[in-house]
């Protein structure tokens, strides 16, 4: 049986590549606030205040750090995985499918060969997340197979 691929985690590349972003934007601002202090001494704060700057720039550079690790770490995990054939394939028709809404961010969830996954678009992970209501392929009666890494839909290839 001949499939297509409809998700590398390879080819789709960092998905959220965005998410540090934010973080780093609280941690310029926080060292923004320090370097402009120092160049005018002559401004006096009180004490309750001096500390703020340098807890946006610590606060912005931890959460910075640990949603770079996470992303990255997680999206490297997975083509790893496929680079060295450290995945179960799970190979099947698609059964007990549940789409989500489109109104809202539930899971959807469906079943292959005993393998129960569930993913939401508003889910962040680097693995296949596209839910029905936002294009995603799943419905019942799908002949498909999967690249499982711990859970997660590192490939997913649907029967031509």
Do not use: C
Not at 12 to 27: E, H, K
Not at 89 to 114: A, N, Q
Not at 126 to 150: C, K, W, Y
């Amino acid at each position: 049986m001949e499939y297509r691929v409809v998700f590398d985690v390879a080819d789709a590349g960092v998905r959220y590549w965005w998410l540090p972003l934010p973080a780093g934007g609280i941690a310029a601002v926080g060292l923004l606030r320090i370097l402009y202090r120092r160049r005018h001494p002559e401004l006096r704060l009180p004490w309750w205040r001096r500390p703020g700057p340098a807890f946006m720039l610590a606060f912005g550079l931890l959460v910075m750090t640990i949603s770079f690790a996470a992303t990255f770490g997680e999206h490297r995990e997975l083509v790893a995985a496929l680079e060295s054939r450290r995945y179960v394939v799970v190979e099947g028709v698609v059964h007990d499918f549940v789409p989500g809404p489109l109104s809202e961010h539930p899971m959807e969830s469906f079943e292959v060969e005993g393998h129960r996954y569930e993913y939401s678009n508003a889910m962040v992970t680097e693995g296949f997340n596209i839910t029905q209501s936002h294009g995603g392929p799943m419905r019942d009666g799908l002949r498909v197979r999967i690249a499982d890494v711990h859970g997660v839909i590192a490939r997913l290839e649907i029967a031509k």
